[in-house]
């Protein structure tokens, strides 16, 4: 071995179980008549979507998406629903359609195919890794470049300073429209 060939992804059983729920989750949230059912599974789906986040090693998109998407646009969506009528419906689910469902079937297919491809995480083939000079880069030159002690904080605060501030912003608009919603002038 030269240490050069090529890991094959393994699904593991808890990363399939998660994958099935999301997808089964998702589909729930979009074939569901019952408005209120559909923001149910979606918090759900969020929720299932941050397990998976943290699976993958991703903690800070994890909480992201568990308080941004499962926990704010659930209750969100759920305040609107309370100042608003529900329509009742005899069917549970709405019909198919066929030609978005064939699309959504091939896009899936297409991205199911590429799996392969992706490496194993913690894989030394990983892209993190196969440059370990640019990240080594990062962790020797932070605190010259920022002044910044911490190279995490240092990456999102200074190196990727235009993303983050997008992501403050999108931030500040949940809080304002929270505040539209809940008719108050400041949180409190």
């Known amino acids: 071995m030269t240490g050069l060939e090529p890991v094959v992804a393994q699904v593991t059983a808890i990363e399939a179980s998660l994958l099935v729920f999301v997808v089964l ?19 759900a789906y969020s929720l299932g979507m941050a397990a998976l986040y943290t699976f993958y090693r991703a903690p800070d998109v994890a909480l992201t998406e568990a308080a941004i998407s499962a926990g704010v646009t659930t209750v969100l969506l759920l305040l609107t629903l309370a100042k608003t009528t529900r329509i009742d419906h005899e ?12 699309a959504a079937g091939f896009l899936f297919a297409g ?20 440059n370990p000079d640019v990240t080594q880069w990062y962790l020797t030159e932070t605190y010259a470049q920022t002044g910044v002690e911490n190279t995490v904080m240092a990456v999102l605060a200074a190196f990727r300073g235009f993303d983050t501030f ?4 999108v931030v500040f608009a949940a809080g304002i429209a929270a505040l539209i919603v809940l008719h108050r002038e400041v949180f409190a």
């Open 91 to 102: 069917t549970v689910f709405e019909e198919v359609n066929l030609p978005a469902a064939g």
């Open 166 to 169: 997008g992501e403050a912003v």
């Open 111 to 130: 991205l199911a195919l590429t799996m392969g491809d992706v490496p194993a995480v913690g894989s030394r083939e990983a892209p993190v890794w196969s």
């Open 25 to 43: 989750t998702a589909l729930v949230t979009a074939l569901a008549r019952d408005v209120l059912a559909a923001v149910i599974v979606f918090g």
